[in-house]
């Protein structure tokens, strides 16, 4: 806890999901519906000070619209330094639209610059005809495909694979279904439609939907 201008801080990290019609809002979209959220639950939120205050929360990365995540962080500084976890928890549960839900709420041990890789469950349809197998898809991920990550800028996808977990060819409604762990921390990060854009240097995709399931830290522990 830390006392700014007499008032005590206290940080709270909330731990939510962003799916369903929920993954279609903004990431500063999502920071107005959270403090006016908290605001409506009568959560003591901290403000920044100066001529435009801010409420105190941070998030732990910008999730890419029309993406689903079961693993998003959000750190809040409170004023109510004896308001703790279960009772910010029974105020907050109810106060968010559909979508976004609340897992768990407690006082955090580290920080966000810990975060060092995350999980993503991919969902593929490929284009009727293709010559495709989950086997050949891995293998184009893994022997270096370059694709533009940003404008002017190319980066190989092999740099940035962690490891593939797993294919499932026979995922539903979807084609292929796999997992990804990605290199997502401060030096190097990348956004899992850089493995769509990938893919489809070989293969025609016709569909495709990302979650987000997992984050880890440096040591290979899931983040909390």
């Keep these: 806890m830390i006392a700014i201008n007499n008032k005590i801080l206290k940080t709270l990290r909330i ?25 409506r639950a009568g959560v003591a939120v901290a403000h920044s000070e100066g001529f435009n205050p801010r ?9 890419a619209l029309g993406l689903e995540s079961f693993c998003e962080y959000a750190d809040i500084k409170i004023t109510d330094a004896q308001c703790g976890p279960a009772q910010i928890f029974g105020k907050i549960i109810n106060a968010f639209p559909q979508g976004i839900n609340i897992l768990e709420i ?10 060092d890789k995350t999980k993503f469950k991919i969902f593929i349809n490929i284009t009727p005809g293709e010559d495709f197998s989950a086997q050949k898809i ?3 991920l893994e022997s270096g495909v370059t694709v533009e990550k940003k404008p002017g800028i190319n980066v190989n996808l092999k740099d940035y ?5 797993g294919f499932d060819i026979n995922g539903g409604e979807s084609d292929v279904i796999f997992e990804i ?11 899992p439609e850089n493995i769509i854009k990938g893919i489809n240097t070989k293969y025609k995709t016709s569909g495709h939907s990302i979650q987000k399931t997992e984050m880890y830290d440096k040591t290979g522990k899931i983040f909390k």
């Design 138 to 140: 891995a293998g184009l």
């Design 106 to 115: 407690y006082e955090p041990e580290t920080g966000f610059d810990i975060i």
């Design 55 to 63: 409420p105190k929360i941070v998030f732990a990365s910008t999730l």
């Design 15 to 39: 731990k939510f999901e962003k799916a369903g019609p929920a993954k279609y809002i903004s990431h500063l979209d999502l920071n107005r519906l959270f403090a006016r959220s908290l605001a």
């Design 161 to 165: 694979i962690d490891c593939i977990c």
């Design 181 to 191: 762990i990605l290199k997502t921390n401060r030096e190097m990060f990348l956004n």
